[in-house]
């Protein structure tokens, strides 16, 4: 078994396939004031950008690097590419997406799932959006999803409106360095009432090697209105480590439904380090579905700051860490007004000597009266090498609220593979289905088609680690 | 088996041996602004240790609380109970580490942290945190921070007591868990407290 299990998890990544790096631009490496200029008038952006970028930039510079979590010493700064151009302009319909691209994404299954069965599509490969598509009949309706440099263009008073407004540039050191240089993203705009009952989906990919990308998602649900966003992310597999900084920003307005559902799979060099949080007012309900099973690092916390009454927070974390991997995951809820309640499930496995950690907060502010809150974190450790960590923060500052937590840290039981196995299965099987039945909580939240997808991810991953 | 009381603040190490078991009883009922530091090494085979942790806070004392329950041997097991009342303006932190040191296999270990919040202006923060480093491992935790169920005050004074009586009676069952362990000078001192 031992044999098998350090087969590395790169010859399995399936995603690991790189094209020919030729772009329409790309800045030269290392970041300072001159880059973010360039960056700025690659984009034609008008002075009010500009100045966000530079202040951003400064307070970057100014901040030190995080000292709690994962190994952040590794990366080289100076080395990263923080801007690559790949094509002069956007693509509308897919046969304007240049021929290298497309197989990339072809290969990825974006095209092919967008006439399945979602309302509308984007694919990012580096810095910037190449294709991005809206169905007519949801369009109609007034909803806009567009990339976040053409949102900023197209609708500068929303945009302004809300930009920065959930994570501002000075929240922490990479919403800081992602403000300053941050490029593409998803926008996502739905008008008051109107209920998408399909998914939107955006691909981000990385090509290049010591590659940095930084998109800015933001989306706005009016008062009543319900969207999902999924959102997929691969690499090549690359000896040079690659970083990923994304900012994603949450509106949730009066009674709207906002669910937001990740995968993430880079490839074993990418440090995934994100800020993701959302602002939940009266009555809304955020729903974060956050699947980690790639990248080096990832440290990403996704979070609900439940500002309005009966507001909603649901938030679903997996975690599979596999040889050489640091998952960093965890959730946070704010209670900040009165009969709020959230739900937090967090999942991780770790297999092939990776580690995994639910790091996460929870908060009571004293006028969030009769609010309810349960925080469940279990873990499964496959191997002597692995290691699993917790650690929930709780801060209760009310006695009229209620608040549950559990974590739990155990091997594949013993029983439970004898049971089976006295049904016939073998080990192997036997293995796969609790791992399965482990995770189905959260795997059946996810549209059938990511289902699948992930359940054959986790299979290829914990290859060689049961059984 | 040894049993090791702790009430004062300060830094506290308490070494288990092989086979060697240990009760070890910690009270949080005066104004401890300087952690209580407690390190629990479960250091030889099949050492054995229970906690039992009881804490009220009254009045605007401040109790933190960090401890450490290190499992550096195989078949090592170690059980922790918390239970306290939050009352008045008391405010209190604590920090609880399950440990699990890498070799060491089939170990056993549970921690509970539970805080019935009687005072709107009271605060409670607890992180109950887990560091596994084996696989052959039961480690876990559960935390909860709530106030006097409603529907057993209910049911109590439906029966004729009056809601003070009924709210003693609560808080009492609440805390007998851990109170019973407690030698009886610290009962004492804890049963007055609480009524």
């Given amino acids: 078994?031992?044999?098998?299990?350090?087969?590395?998890?790169?010859?399995?990544?399936?995603?690991?396939?790189?094209?020919?790096?030729?772009?329409?631009?790309?800045?030269?490496?290392?970041?300072?004031?001159?880059?973010?200029?360039?960056?700025?008038?690659?984009?034609?952006?008008?002075?009010?950008?500009?100045?966000?970028?530079?202040?951003?930039?400064?307070?970057?510079?100014?901040?030190?690097?995080?000292?709690?979590?994962?190994?952040?010493?590794?990366?080289?700064?100076?080395?990263?590419?923080?801007?690559?151009?790949?094509?002069?302009?956007?693509?509308?319909?897919?046969?304007?997406?240049?021929?290298?691209?497309?197989?990339?994404?072809?290969?990825?299954?974006v095209p092919q799932s967008e006439k399945r069965f979602l309302a509308g599509v984007g694919a990012q490969y580096e810095s910037e959006s190449v294709y991005h598509n809206l169905k007519k009949e949801w369009s109609d309706k007034g909803i806009i999803f567009e990339d976040t440099d053409t949102a900023f263009k197209k609708y500068p008073d929303i945009f302004k409106k809300y930009f920065g407004t959930?994570?501002?540039?000075?929240?922490?050191?990479?919403?800081?360095?992602?403000?300053?240089?941050?490029?593409?993203?998803?926008?996502?705009?739905?008008?008051?009432?109107?209920?998408?009952?399909?998914?939107?989906?955006?691909?981000?990919?990385?090509?290049?090697?010591?590659?940095?990308?930084?998109?800015?998602?933001?989306?706005?649900?009016?008062?009543?209105?319900?969207?999902?966003?999924i959102e997929g992310c691969t690499a090549p597999t690359n000896s040079l480590d690659s970083l990923h900084a994304a900012v994603v920003e949450i509106i949730a307005h009066k009674n709207s439904h906002i669910r937001y559902t990740t995968i993430q799979n880079w490839s074993n060099n990418v440090y995934n380090l994100v800020t993701k949080r959302a602002i939940a007012h009266e009555g809304a309900t955020v729903e974060w579905i956050d699947g980690n099973l790639g990248s080096k690092l990832t440290m990403k916390y996704p979070a609900v700051y439940m500002v309005g009454k009966n507001a909603h927070a649901d938030i679903l974390s997996l975690a599979v860490a596999s040889a050489g991997q640091d998952q960093d995951a965890g959730a946070k809820v704010v209670h900040l007004a009165p009969h709020t309640t959230s739900v937090i499930t967090a999942k991780s496995i770790s297999a092939n000597g990776g580690k995994s950690s639910y790091r996460g907060l929870l908060q009571i502010a004293k006028r969030a009266k009769q609010s309810k809150s349960k925080v469940v974190c279990d873990a499964l450790i496959l191997d002597d090498q692995s290691s699993s960590d917790t650690y929930p923060t709780m801060k209760i500052q009310n006695n009229q609220s209620q608040v549950e937590h559990e974590a739990t840290v155990s091997k594949i039981g013993e029983e439970q593979l004898f049971y089976l196995q006295s049904r016939g299965l073998n080990e192997n099987d036997s293995n796969s289905l609790i791992v399965n039945g482990f995770l189905s909580p959260i795997i059946k939240q996810l549209p059938m088609e990511y289902a699948i997808e992930l359940n054959r991810l986790i299979e290829l991953q914990m290859e060689g680690s049961v059984g | 088996m040894k049993t090791i009381l702790i009430s004062k603040s300060g830094s506290h190490k308490v070494d288990i041996n092989k086979d060697e078991s240990a009760r070890v009883l910690i009270l949080q009922i005066k104004n401890l602004i300087k952690p209580l530091v407690v390190d629990i090494n479960l250091n030889g085979t099949n050492s054995n240790a229970d906690i039992f942790n009881c804490f009220v806070g009254h009045q605007d004392i401040a109790q933190n609380l960090d401890i450490k329950i290190n499992h550096n041997a195989h078949y090592t097991r170690a059980n922790f109970c918390a239970k306290g009342i939050m009352k008045d303006h008391s405010k209190a932190n604590?920090?609880?580490?399950?440990?699990?040191?890498?070799?060491?296999?089939?170990?056993?270990?549970?921690?509970?942290?539970?805080?019935?919040?009687?005072?709107?202006?009271?605060?409670?923060?607890?992180?109950?945190?887990?560091?596994?480093?084996?696989?052959?491992?039961?480690?876990?935790?559960?935390?909860?921070?709530?106030?006097?169920?409603?529907?057993?005050?209910?049911?109590?004074?439906?029966?004729?007591?009056?809601?003070?009586?009924?709210?003693?009676?609560?808080?009492?069952?609440?805390?007998?868990?851990?109170?019973?362990?407690?030698?009886?000078?610290?009962?004492?001192?804890?049963?007055?407290?609480?009524?």
């Fill in chain 1, 166 to 229: 959930v994570v501002s540039a000075t929240d922490n050191k990479f919403a800081a360095l992602n403000t300053a240089v941050w490029s593409g993203g998803t926008f996502i705009y739905v008008p008051k009432s109107v209920k998408m009952t399909i998914p939107l989906q955006n691909y981000f990919r990385i090509n290049a090697k010591s590659m940095g990308q930084f998109e800015r998602t933001l989306i706005i649900a009016e008062e009543g209105s319900s969207v999902h966003y």
């Fill in chain 2, 94 to 195: 604590f920090t609880g580490l399950i440990k699990v040191k890498r070799g060491s296999q089939n170990t056993d270990s549970f921690l509970e942290h539970r805080t019935l919040m009687l005072s709107d202006n009271a605060e409670i923060s607890p992180i109950p945190s887990l560091q596994i480093d084996a696989n052959e491992v039961r480690a876990s935790h559960a935390a909860t921070i709530s106030n006097i169920n409603e529907e057993d005050l209910f049911t109590l004074m439906s029966r004729g007591l009056n809601k003070l009586e009924a709210k003693n009676i609560l808080i009492k069952s609440f805390l007998n868990d851990v109170i019973i362990k407690l030698p009886s000078n610290w009962q004492m001192k804890v049963l007055k407290l609480i009524s």
């Fill in chain 1, 1 to 109: 078994m031992a044999k098998t299990a350090r087969r590395t998890f790169l010859k399995d990544y399936q995603f690991g396939f790189a094209n020919e790096e030729k772009y329409f631009y790309r800045e030269e490496t290392g970041l300072n004031t001159g880059v973010v200029k360039s960056i700025s008038a690659h984009k034609k952006e008008n002075n009010y950008m500009k100045k966000i970028r530079l202040a951003a930039l400064e307070s970057y510079q100014n901040m030190p690097m995080p000292k709690w979590g994962g190994d952040l010493s590794k990366i080289d700064f100076d080395k990263l590419t923080y801007y690559i151009k790949p094509q002069k302009e956007k693509g509308r319909t897919w046969n304007e997406v240049p021929k290298d691209i497309k197989d990339t994404f072809d290969k990825l299954g």
